[in-house]
């Protein structure tokens, strides 16, 4: 499970970086789909001003004590 959570991880925060963010539809949260067999997964997730910038702003003085919070 954990390098499930991994890989969900990077996906988010690369579609964070791409810049493509509809999440004012979910209340300021990502959803994301996800599929194993026959289950089926939501997972809403959601970070702060601070964890953006880190993120996408290299010369950013923002430093990293934020987090991606994540619910499945």
């Not at 990077?10 to 599929?35: C, D, R, T, Y």
């Not at 993120?55 to 619910?71: I, P, W, Y």
Request: negative net charge; contains cysteine; charged residues 20%.
């Amino acid at each position: 499970m954990e390098k499930i959570q991994l890989q969900e991880t990077a996906e988010l925060v690369g579609w964070i970086i791409s810049g493509n963010h509809p999440e004012q539809l979910f209340n300021g949260h990502k959803l994301m789909v996800s599929q194993d067999g026959m289950e089926i997964f939501l997972t809403f997730a959601r970070m702060d001003n601070g964890y953006h910038e880190y993120l996408v702003n290299k010369e950013s003085s923002a430093k990293c004590g934020s987090f991606l919070r994540m619910n499945t």
